[in-house]
């Protein structure tokens, strides 16, 4: 079992900044993917970004390439997400998941683990 607990949300104004982190324990792997995403109120789940376990390759969704940028630390076997420029419509609950797949997911079923969520509200 791989345990996620993700921190760093809050309240922010628009074009504001936020980081939040997901810290990875137990049964982690050196391969596979972790990977960000978020529900708003009455939304699907949905992704945000991705990169490798060891911190390789990145893939971000359209609606936030260019204000937000994910990154892991391999020593702390954490993954954070710098999230810039944000907008009201960024308001969700954020989740790091993680797999063991080889190939990057960018849809809930393919993720194994998944941590708590925590709030993220942008005020315009």
């Known amino acids: 079992q791989v345990q996620l607990v993700e921190s760093g949300g809050g309240l922010v104004q628009a074009g504001g900044s936020l980081r939040l982190s997901c810290a990875a324990s137990?049964?982690?792997?050196?391969?596979?993917?972790l990977g960000w995403f978020r529900q708003a109120p009455g939304k699907e789940r949905e992704f945000v970004a991705v990169i490798g376990w060891s911190g390789g390759s990145t893939y971000y969704a359209d609606s936030v390439k260019g204000r937000f940028t994910i990154s892991k630390d391999n020593a702390k076997n954490t993954v954070y997400l710098q999230m810039n420029n944000l907008k009201p419509e960024d308001t969700a609950v954020y989740y790091c998941?993680?797999?063991?797949?080889?190939?990057?997911?960018?849809?809930?079923?393919?993720?194994?683990?998944w941590g708590q969520g925590t709030q993220v509200t942008v005020s315009s």
């Open positions: 137990g049964r982690t792997f050196s391969s596979g993917f």
């Open positions: 998941a993680a797999t063991r797949r080889t190939i990057a997911p960018t849809t809930i079923g393919g993720y194994d683990y």
